[in-house]
């Protein structure tokens, strides 16, 4: 009989304090886990209604100096908590309809601000300040991107995209 195996598809670590981590897989059921000593033990975390943890939508970052405050990608939404999971919360605005979100990263340094990546190649950032999600596309190709990372120390952001290579903005 075919099984299919679980594959981890959400893994991160807070800056904040490296002994909490995440990790979670889809199959059989969509699960979180979370450690807050290193991996020595894990416990399971409320699963938000809606999240995608299935390799093509992986998106999850820690706060950079809390580990109780995270989100995690959800459907066309972001959802948050800041209780370590136990609760989540949609982020206020709206994304355009039939958005499919791939990546989220965090801009340090800013009202929890963080940008998200789409299938169809748009980028959009949001804070607390804005409460909304503002298109992102200075010097970025409209294609999907798959995966975001910000480099506060040269003030860029990178997109690593399907078939068009890693920009740079």
């Known amino acids: 009989a075919y099984r299919r ?15 909490v981590m ?3 897989w889809e ?9 807050t ?5 894990w416990s399971t975390i409320t699963f938000p209604w809606g999240a995608n943890i299935n390799g093509r939508y992986s998106g999850f970052t820690f706060h950079p100096s809390d580990p ?13 908590s800041t209780d370590g999971g136990v609760t989540w919360v949609d982020e206020p605005g709206t994304l355009p309809s039939g958005t499919e979100l791939f990546s989220i ?9 963080f940008y998200v990546s789409g299938k169809y190649g748009n980028i959009w950032y949001h804070d607390d ?4 999600y503002v298109l992102y596309e200075t010097g970025l190709p409209n294609v999907w991107v798959r995966e975001l990372e910000v480099l506060p120390h ?15 903005s």
Do not use: H, Y
């Open 22 to 24: 995440i990790v979670g």
């Open 68 to 80: 109780n405050t995270m989100w995690v990608i959800a459907d066309a939404r972001v959802k948050k």
């Open 37 to 41: 000593d290193g991996g020595a033990t």
């Open 154 to 168: 040269v003030n860029k952001i990178r997109a690593a995209t399907w078939g068009r290579g890693i920009w740079e």
């Open 129 to 132: 300040n804005i409460g909304g």
């Open 27 to 35: 199959r059989p059921t969509a699960t979180l886990k979370k450690s």
């Open 5 to 19: 195996q679980r594959q981890m598809c959400i893994r991160d670590r807070s800056k904040g304090n490296p002994n």
């Open 105 to 113: 990263a965090l801009q340090e340094g800013t009202s929890n601000g």
